[in-house]
C-alpha cells in the first residue's frame, strides 16, 4: 500500500493531496484489487487482461493498473467532496467500467 501511495505521491500529485485530505489510503479501496488481481470488483474481461499482464510482465502490472484506474478517473475523484463519496466511487462506480474504458486502461 506504501508503493501506491508513493506513486500516487510522485505521478498525480493532486488526487494524492485530494485523497490525503479525507484521509482515504490505498488500504481502504485497493486492498482487494491486490489481494484479488482486481476479480473481486472488476469485469471478468478486464481481469483476464490483467493476469495475462502479470504472467508476461510481472506483479509490478499491479500498480500500473491502479494508477492507470486511479489516473483516468482523476477528474470525477477529485470532484467528489466527501469521504463517502469518494470511498463510494471507487469501491462502486470505478470497477462498472464500459467495454471502452476497459479496452483504454488495458492500452494504458
Known sequence: M???SRLLHDYH???YNHLEEYEIG?????APWF???FASQ?????????????FVQGT???FKVALCLLSSHE???VEC????????YLKATLPTLTQTQMEQTIAK
Open 75 to 77: 477528474g470525477e475523484i
Open 81 to 88: 467532496d466527501s469521504f463517502e463519496s469518494i470511498v463510494d
Open 2 to 4: 506504501y508503493q501506491l
Open 13 to 15: 500529485r493532486d488526487l
Open 42 to 54: 472488476f469485469p471478468l474481461g478486464f481481469v483476464s487482461r490483467i493476469f495475462d499482464f502479470v
Open 60 to 62: 509490478e502490472v499491479i
Open 26 to 30: 490505498p488500504s481502504l479501496y485497493a
Open 35 to 37: 489481494l484479488t488481481l
